[in-house]
């Protein structure tokens, strides 16, 4: 099996900042992407930033400039600093991964259990 656990949510003031963390752990051969999704009461889940092993980095543009993601490969971590958040940026952030079990698998995704940011105006 697979686990993705984030830590690093909570309230934060407008113009804070915050940073998440997400460790993969289980039988895992490679974690090919590995990044973020949110989604706000009402509203559809959505990217916000995932990066894509290797190859690129895709930001959401109403983060882009504040949002930043980083991963610890040795440790299958992902990171994820928010700076200058905003009300907005309020909403349940799960980390997503990519990620193939056995040399001779397919890749699957995998969804953490979510973390709550809040951004007070």
């Known amino acids: 099996q697979v686990q993705l656990v984030e830590s690093g949510g909570g309230l934060v003031q407008a113009g804070g900042s915050l940073r998440l963390s997400c460790a993969a752990s289980?039988?895992?051969?490679?974690?090919?992407?590995m990044g973020w999704y949110r989604q706000a009461p009402g509203k559809e889940r959505e990217l916000v930033a995932v990066e894509t092993s290797g190859t690129s980095t895709n930001y959401a543009d109403s983060v882009k400039g504040r949002f930043t993601i980083s991963r610890d490969n040795a440790k299958n971590t992902v990171f994820l600093q928010m700076d200058s958040l905003k009300p907005e940026d309020t909403a349940v952030y799960y980390c997503y991964a990519k990620i193939m079990r056995f040399s001779w698998g397919t890749n699957y995704d995998y969804w953490g259990q979510g973390t709550q940011v809040t951004v007070s105006s």
């Open positions: 289980g039988t895992i051969f490679s974690i090919n992407a």
